[in-house]
């Protein structure tokens, strides 16, 4: 069955740092883009960052960029976010999701209908 499962997420301060991460299975990810999405309380969902394996074409939200880095386990079907200097604003259930032929820019994270396969999410609470 092919689905993908995020974790690593957690409660952390201000100014703190969490990996999450996104496990694929029954697929590889090799054609596939993987984004992490994530929405907070009262608003809608809103694209994080991109990877796409096969070029290691990447893309951060503005909101994010400088703080956050995507990277790849191709050989573990991993891929990874890790978020360093967290706000309080960062506070928000985070997703990853992967679909096939799609180029990560900001357009490729707004068409979140293109992204077949979601995972659970992971909560994640910035907060002293």
């Known amino acids: 069955q092919v689905q993908v499962v995020e974790s690593g997420g957690g409660l952390v301060q201000p100014g703190g740092s969490l990996r999450l991460s996104c496990a694929a299975s029954a697929f590889t990810l090799d054609h596939f883009a993987i984004g992490w999405f994530r929405q907070a309380p009262g608003k809608e969902r809103e694209g994080v960052s991109c990877?796409?394996?096969?070029?290691?074409?990447?893309f951060y939200a503005d909101s994010v960029k400088g703080r956050f880095t995507i990277s790849r386990d191709n050989a573990k079907n991993l891929v990874y976010l890790q978020m360093n200097s967290l706000k309080p604003e960062d506070t928000a259930i985070y997703y990853c999701?992967?679909?096939?032929?799609?180029?990560?820019?900001?357009?490729?994270?707004?068409?979140?209908?293109?992204?077949?396969?979601w995972g659970q999410g992971t909560q994640v609470t910035v907060s002293s």
């Open positions: 990877i796409r394996s096969r070029d290691d074409n990447t």
């Open positions: 999701a992967a679909g096939p032929n799609i180029y990560c820019s900001a357009y490729g994270l707004q068409m979140q209908n293109r992204y077949d396969y």
